[in-house]
């Protein structure tokens, strides 16, 4: 990273992958850093983009940290620049300063049941996380993931998911029924206490919107996962990354620089201010 | 170095300080703001103010400053130059030690962790000349209820106690201070040692002289924990019209925005900047999706609060909060820190 924080480094956008479209349009953004650079992260953490002449937003990293070739970002059409994102081309140019945040603690959960739950555009935060554990599979107990999202064209990563069936078990859902769809019909956290049955040296990581997070971890709770079991991550609004632009905070916590990454043992303690 | 300087000898020294860009209280019909002095005018200097309206915290943090340029286009490559301060030698004459303690927790914020190299170029090349506040210069001054002093020390290079007479006491504290009193033909004098015991008694009666308080700030945050989902803050923020000039004039107050600014189009052409921001606005925590975190006023009040006083004694162990009174004075529907600090 450049020693001025402030100052991103330019970036083409090598490939450009429509994952949704219509009104909640997602696209997955594979970027280089024209001078060569890599940055190196953890999974979890987050990047500024910049549009230049729109400004910048805070992405998180889909990409896994041993993907050497490139920096992916799955990105929801929502806001200015988000939208100017959208509208880019491949060989466009962008910024990115980063990596912001704390980051998933996969270090400390060796040898533990690893069961990721995601819902619409929060897969893209665990997206780099997953593809770390199940290419170190053995280093873990099971690993399952379920993904839902409103109907079955919402679904992110749609042919990847197909191909991670092969590896570990895949438990999506759609919130209503839906014609051809033969998968769970009902909202994530009902899914979870469907398919979710083995809390001992399990650690659950949720990710997606404020009202499906809520009650994964209620369902979580009611399975019996401790709440230092229980993984997500949060979002707020973010200008600078470091904890210094003051508007990210939850309490005495920035969320750009002491999480995203909380635990519910944490978490449940702060403000509900995000 | 301990020193005498006459009041009409002010403008003498001012003028060999060449190098360094001077900003002083200048009076401007009924109130005073720090303003850069033209080298051959010190004679606009109005030492004998109350205190600014607006906090200089502007010399070290400028409410508009520009990060980076860009040029070039989207389609190809970008260029960007960075655009830091130059680093001309400042200095801040006169400046309250509230206002000055409020610039040294600025310092320990943006040097915390990763560093604002913007900030912190500014704040190396200033210097601080304290004014010591014989009597308090606002009603609602409280200093010495968050730790300060009318004569505290704190981020200052000079401290001057005006002595009456038409004398100032001049003490330096650090080498950056001394520097600037160290001029050619020099304006100062030694100071005698009733001089001394004389300055030292208006530091004792200036603390006396400080009669606004907020009781038991020992117990402050605890309290404050126990009170952060009390109606209190709906009742106490009913009148905000989020005009924001609580934090537009608090001399700490330091949260930001970013944005770009483009003159041309093609080619691309640019600049992002940085401007202040302020905790009372709603767009401030608001997503882009519309969901707000902070969406009513009392949530907003209550955030500025706990910044000032719990957040930033859990993060720094210090208040972000000098005692100025600038907050209080100003909200034209009465908010008063104080008094809310006083119920709880």
């Not at chain 2, 000349?129 to 209820?145: D, I």
């Not at chain 2, 600049?271 to 709603?282: E, G, H, L, S």
């Amino acid at each position: 990273m450049n020693s001025n924080v402030y100052l991103p480094e330019p970036a083409k956008i090598i490939r450009i992958k429509e994952e949704v479209q219509g009104q909640r349009a997602i696209k997955s953004f594979r970027t280089q850093f024209l001078n060569g650079n890599r940055f190196s992260y953890q999974c979890g953490q987050c990047a500024m983009l910049s549009v230049f002449g729109k400004g910048e937003s805070m992405i998180s990293i889909s990409s896994a940290p041993n993907v050497e070739d490139y920096l992916q970002f799955s990105i929801l059409k929502t806001g200015r620049v988000t939208t100017a994102l959208h509208e880019m081309e491949e060989g466009d140019v962008i910024g990115i300063r980063g990596p912001f945040g704390n980051g998933f603690p996969l270090q400390e959960w060796k040898g533990r049941n690893l069961t990721f739950i995601g819902g619409g555009i929060g897969l893209a935060p665990l997206w780099g996380l997953l593809h770390t554990a199940v290419k170190n599979k053995e280093e873990y107990g099971d690993l399952t993931l379920l993904y839902g999202a409103r109907t079955s064209k919402d679904l992110v990563f749609r042919d990847e998911l197909y191909e991670l069936k092969k590896d570990i078990p895949v438990h999506l859902s759609v919130d209503t029924e839906e014609e051809g769809w033969d998968e769970f019909v009902g909202f994530v956290p009902q899914n979870v206490k469907e398919k979710v049955t083995w809390p001992q040296n399990s650690i659950a990581i949720t990710c997606g919107p404020p009202i499906m997070i809520k009650f994964t971890i209620l369902a979580l709770k009611e399975l019996g996962f401790e709440d230092d079991r229980i993984y997500t991550t949060v979002e707020n609004k973010m200008k600078c990354g470091i904890g210094k632009c003051g508007r990210c905070n939850i309490g005495s916590h920035y969320v750009c620089k002491n999480g995203p990454v909380y635990s519910w043992a944490e978490l449940k303690d702060l403000p509900q201010e995000y | 170095m301990e020193k005498i300087i006459t009041k009409q000898s002010v403008p003498e020294w001012i003028k060999k300080l060449e190098d360094y860009t001077i900003y002083a209280p200048i009076k401007n019909e009924d109130s005073w703001s720090f303003e850069v002095v033209e080298p051959r005018q010190p004679e606009v200097i109005d030492l004998n103010y109350l205190n600014s309206s607006p906090s200089p915290k502007k010399v070290v943090f400028p409410p508009k400053e520009v990060f980076f340029e860009f040029t070039g286009s989207i389609y190809d490559r970008m260029e960007l130059k960075e655009t830091l301060p130059e680093g001309r030698p400042q200095v801040i004459l006169g400046i309250r030690p509230c206002d000055a303690a409020a610039i040294s927790r600025m310092d320990e914020f943006f040097s915390e962790d990763v560093k604002d190299p913007y900030y912190l170029t500014r704040r190396e090349n200033t210097i601080l000349v304290g004014l010591v506040c014989n009597t308090p210069p606002s009603p609602n001054c409280f200093c010495t209820s968050v730790g300060g002093s009318p004569h505290g020390k704190t981020g200052l290079d000079i401290l001057m106690t005006d002595l009456g007479d038409d004398l100032y006491y001049v003490e330096s504290l650090t080498q950056k201070g001394v520097q600037i009193m160290d001029v050619p033909d020099k304006p100062f004098r030694q100071a005698k040692s009733e001089e001394r015991s004389k300055m030292r008694k208006i530091h004792t009666d200036s603390v006396k002289n400080i009669t606004r308080e907020i009781k038991d700030m020992d117990t402050i945050g605890t309290r404050l924990d126990n009170v952060f989902n009390s109606s209190l803050w709906e009742e106490e923020s009913m009148g905000c019209l989020r005009c924001g000039i609580c934090t537009y004039l608090c001399p700490s107050c330091h949260c930001f925005d970013v944005n770009d600014e483009i003159s041309s189009t093609s080619p691309l052409e640019g600049k992002r900047v940085r401007t202040w921001d302020n905790c009372q606005f709603p767009d401030f925590t608001m997503h882009s999706s519309g969901h707000n975190p902070r969406p009513e006023r009392a949530s907003r009040l209550r955030q500025r609060i706990f910044h000032k006083i719990r957040y930033s004694q859990q993060n720094f162990n210090n208040y972000l909060c000098t005692g100025c009174g600038r907050c209080v004075s100003n909200c034209p529907v009465g908010i008063n820190m104080i008094e809310i600090l006083n119920k709880i």
